[in-house]
């Protein structure tokens, strides 16, 4: 693991606009993940810890939100400005996000195999040689019967199982950087530990930087190196995970203990 940061979030603010109201979804927070890292950011629903992951992606719609102040610094290259187009050579090559919920970001007309093969072709992959990535993708992620199942969609398989597809899509480029918002959250215990570990394992694999959001103090016992703990839209506590959990220095982090 790299001491230094893979990707560094400074003093982001974001709002929303609605009916005449302002909401302050995220104020001044700041955190850090280096290569090889995993770094929880934990927190309540609404404590503004996807908000502030969203707006590293570029996925903050405006309007009605508003990315008022901060930097989000990768390999040194503030991605907050970035065209579009730019994005879109970094979005899924050099940084990927997995959702909470795959059956939403899953093309349900299309067969798994194909847009697993589809979102290395955008990147310049020849079909040919995506179509055997792809299998090589499911196996990697325990899919039985890999090739198989590229023919499948996706309502015929599991809601673990098709977690696992959305992170063999979000890997399929070896992006140095994942985000993974929630990702086992509707799944029951033995599947959110398996596919925990598969994250773990695929971070070891390839040294990338891996960001967890979630509001599970177990998750970050387990699997995390440090911890941002959020509430309110702002980073009330940040540490490794040994210390947080042994000397919680804020109340909220104290009360979720």
């Known amino acids: 693991m790299s001491d230094a940061p893979l990707l ?4 982001l603010s974001v709002e929303f ?47 009605p939100g508003h990315i008022t102040s901060g930097r989000a610094l990768f390999e040194g290259r503030d991605l907050l400005p970035l065209s579009p187009e730019t994005r879109r050579e970094i979005n899924g090559r050099r940084i990927a996000m ?31 040689e995506a179509r055997s990535r792809a299998v ?8 039985p019967n890999a090739a ?19 992170i063999a899509m979000a890997v399929a480029m070896k992006p140095d950087l994942l985000i993974a918002d929630e990702p ?11 596919i925990l570990s598969l994250l773990s394992d695929l971070r070891d694999e390839t040294g990338m930087g891996l960001v967890l959001i ?22 009330v506590e940040t540490g490794t995970v040994a210390d947080v959990f042994r000397a919680p220095q804020h109340p909220y982090t104290r009360q979720l203990l």
């Open 8 to 11: 560094s979030v400074e003093n």
């Open 17 to 63: 606009h609605s009916r005449g109201k302002i909401v302050q979804a995220v104020r001044n927070v700041s955190w850090s993940v280096a290569r090889g890292e995993t770094l929880a950011i934990l927190g309540e629903s609404g404590s503004g810890k996807s908000v502030s992951a969203a707006a590293v992606m570029g996925l903050i719609d405006s309007p």
């Open 98 to 128: 997995i959702f909470q919920d795959p059956l939403a970001h899953l093309n349900p007309v299309y067969p798994v195999g194909w847009q697993l093969a589809e979102a290395m072709r955008v990147h310049g992959v020849a079909p040919a």
């Open 136 to 143: 090589a993708l499911l196996e990697r992620v325990g899919i």
């Open 148 to 166: 198989g199942r590229m023919s499948s969609y996706p309502h015929e398989f599991s809601g673990g199982q098709r977690q696992r597809i959305m």
């Open 184 to 194: 086992t959250t509707a799944l029951d215990v033995t599947v959110q530990a398996q």
């Open 214 to 235: 979630t509001h599970d103090l177990g998750v970050v016992a387990q699997h995390a190196d440090r911890t941002v703990v959020m509430k309110n839209g702002e980073v």
